[in-house]
């Protein structure tokens, strides 16, 4: 079915309310190393390779913005900062196995 010319595919407001940072490459990746418990960001870092810190604490931002993780700064010196899922954060967990399961199945039709 073809779309009509005048239709309005992207709507912003949408846009805002929708999940869409999941697809981004660093996300769930985060969501996955978090799935078992917080995390302090040089442990995300090292689990992580090959993301530099300025996209690591980016993206840890944007959850935290999103409200899928928490940050809490236990103070101290060196700065204790720990990043845990939130409910919702958690949530996308279930959200992340049926795409991998949908992948792993279709992995040859590539």
Known sequence: M???RD????DPHCARSSPIRIGDKWSGLVLR???DGPHRFT???ARLRGVSPKVLTETL?????DHWLT???HG???PHVEYALTALGASLLDVLDTACDWARAHL???
């Open 2 to 4: 073809a779309i009509p």
């Open 7 to 10: 239709a309005v595919v992207f």
């Open 33 to 35: 190393c978090l799935q």
């Open 43 to 45: 442990e995300l870092k």
């Open 61 to 65: 931002r944007a959850m935290e913005r």
């Open 71 to 73: 940050r809490t700064d």
């Open 76 to 78: 101290g010196n060196p």
């Open 108 to 110: 040859a039709e590539n």
